[in-house]
Nanobody, 118 residues
Framework: VQLQACGGGLVQAGGSLRLSCAVS?????????VAWFRQAPGKQRELVAT???????DYADSVKGRFTISGDNAKNTVDLQMNTLKPEDTAVYYC????????????WGQGTLVTVSS
């Protein structure tokens, strides 16, 4: 399975962006879960949002109510809609997949940079 993330860019605080993770090699419904992580300069990578094969979702407290993760089975993509962006959301965002129950998030796409200006 391969992942390719896109959709990053520069946006003003309060604005919105939509990231998309294109999955190839396997259907997203065959994956245990897909997640979005982010890594800000000088900080550790953190989990932002996850979507499981049953459609359940989970979010970091810092993005709850602002970000929405969703899967599009027809396009085989997992998107992250980001609203009311804040400067502290600035980071490189990565999508990652958990292919099996005995594996962690060990398939990664390249990052896409999100910059939120104040």
């Amino acid at each position: 399975v391969q992942l390719q993330a896109c959709g990053g860019g520069l946006v003003q605080a309060g604005g919105s962006l939509r990231l998309s993770c294109a999955v190839s090699g396997r259907s997203i419904t065959s994956l245990i879960a897909v997640a979005w992580f982010r890594q800000a300069p000088g900080k550790q990578r953190e989990l932002v949002a996850t979507i499981s094969r049953d459609g359940s979702t989970d979010y970091a407290d810092s993005v709850k109510g602002r970000f929405t993760i969703s899967g599009d089975n027809a396009k085989n993509t997992v998107d992250l809609q980001m609203n009311t962006l804040k400067p502290e959301d600035t980071a490189v965002y990565y999508c990652s997949a958990k292919p099996g129950y005995l594996r962690g998030y060990d398939v990664w796409g390249q990052g896409t940079l999100v910059t939120v200006s104040s």
